[in-house]
């Protein structure tokens, strides 16, 4: 059970899924901007004849239909430390929240460190799983998404707190 990968459909459009071994070690969209390379995905397998890509689409679609807030399945994040203790800060921001570059670089100690944190927040390689599109500028506007602005604007409308959603204007 070695690298692989397989293809589903969902409501935010194909998306490629990544294992190592038994981890789920990808997920990407199709014109996302950090995809790894065809080589480096491993053996295509059918979503259906493997367990852990099954248990990761059956945990998308909850999550995509409002009936799961946070992923069970187990994952594996290859990036150097830095990258990994911002991806470790993602992983603590609750459903329905937000925060910033800024407030993640305070975090880490350093709030210099913002456009690092950007970077290693664009290069999350669990899109979605780990919450990168819970980031969001410093004056709360969205900013860049690997996935693409329209995406994370679906996944923050999808999690924003239903007494908030009733409170907008639009």
Not at 54 to 68: F, I, K, M, N, S
Not at 87 to 96: D, H, N, Q, S
């Amino acid at each position: 059970m070695a690298t692989r990968h397989t293809l589903i459909e969902t409501e935010l459009g194909e998306i490629t899924l990544v294992a190592d071994e038994g981890r789920l070690a990808g997920l990407y969209f199709r014109h996302h901007w950090y995809k790894p390379p065809q080589e480096r995905l491993g053996a295509y397998v059918e979503p259906d004849t493997d367990p852990l890509f099954t248990a990761t689409a059956t945990e998308l679609e909850d999550y995509l239909a409002g009936r799961r807030t946070s992923f069970d399945v187990p994952i594996a994040a290859a990036g150097d430390e830095f990258q990994k203790r911002v991806w470790a800060l993602l992983e603590e921001i609750p459903y329905g929240r937000t925060t910033t570059y800024g407030a993640l670089a305070e975090k880490l100690g350093d709030r210099s460190l913002a456009q690092q944190v950007g970077r290693a927040v664009g290069h999350n390689p669990l899109s979605v799983i780990v919450p990168c599109h819970r980031v969001v500028g410093r004056d709360g506007k969205l900013t860049g998404y690997a996935g693409g602005l329209r995406r994370k604007k679906l996944l923050l409308d999808l999690e924003e707190p239903s007494q908030a959603k009733a409170e907008r204007l639009f």
